[in-house]
């Protein structure tokens, strides 16, 4: 009976990863007796995402609280960007400019894009959301002047079309970049007791691009 369970699970995780969009090209490999799936999907961008080195990135022009993106791009399997070197700022710079200022004509802010690192914690103790310091992440170049939390009220971050980082108001909404990486895990449990892995998966495919959070 466990063996049945364990292969009815493995393929309604397949039927689910046929859903995706690059479903077809994900490569899975089962880890000894831990019941883990990797799914690899270095060489196949998800549906509105961009390659570069070890992940995929989308930019969201409709602007959006920094929660409410945060929560857009975890529906979408990923997170707020969070930026390691330079190369991946010029590349989410680049992103930037294919959306200029007289594009924008429904945006507030039309120089920043709303990214994954706040002082929510303690004021200026910038941290990633996954919980690491900035210094960490390999990427401190903050903007002339910034973080100056104007206005007692900045406490989420951003970068500037002009280059380097921002501290920005959490409730202003603002345009957003997520981030996928090329090697995200689940197990099997996962899988087979979480009805909204199962959700997410089937409407991010079908509906990639009008997928909201709940208000």
């Given amino acids: 009976m466990f063996f049945v369970r364990i292969f009815l699970s493995a393929v309604l995780f397949l039927r689910i990863c046929n859903a995706l969009p690059y ?8 880890y000894g007796s831990s019941n883990q799936l990797k799914i690899n999907s270095k060489d196949a961008a998800p549906r509105g995402y961009i390659s570069f080195e070890n992940s995929f990135y989308k930019y969201h022009r409709d602007p959006q609280t920094w929660a409410k993106a945060r929560q857009i791009c975890e529906v979408e399997g990923g997170y707020l960007a969070i930026i390691n070197s330079d190369d991946e700022a010029s590349f989410l710079l680049g992103m930037m400019a294919k959306y200029p200022a007289d594009v924008l ?10 990214l994954g690192f706040h002082d929510y914690f303690k004021d200026r103790e910038f941290v990633t959301i996954d919980g690491k310091s900035m210094e ?4 401190m170049h903050w903007a002339p002047g910034q973080p100056d939390n104007a206005g007692g009220n900045e406490h989420c971050g951003t970068l500037r079309r002009s280059g380097g980082l921002n501290d920005f108001p959490c409730e202003t909404p603002s345009p957003f970049i997520c981030e996928i990486s090329a090697h995200t895990q689940f197990t099997i449990n996962d899988v ?13 495919a079908v509906y990639p ?7």
């Fill in 23 to 30: 479903g077809s090209d994900l490569i899975l490999k089962f």
């Fill in 105 to 114: 004509t429904d945006v507030q802010s039309k120089d920043f894009v709303l």
């Fill in 192 to 204: 087979q007791n979480n009805e909204m892995i199962k959700s997410k998966f089937i409407q991010n």
């Fill in 209 to 215: 691009q009008t997928l909201k959070p709940n208000n």
């Fill in 136 to 139: 960490s992440s390999g990427y």
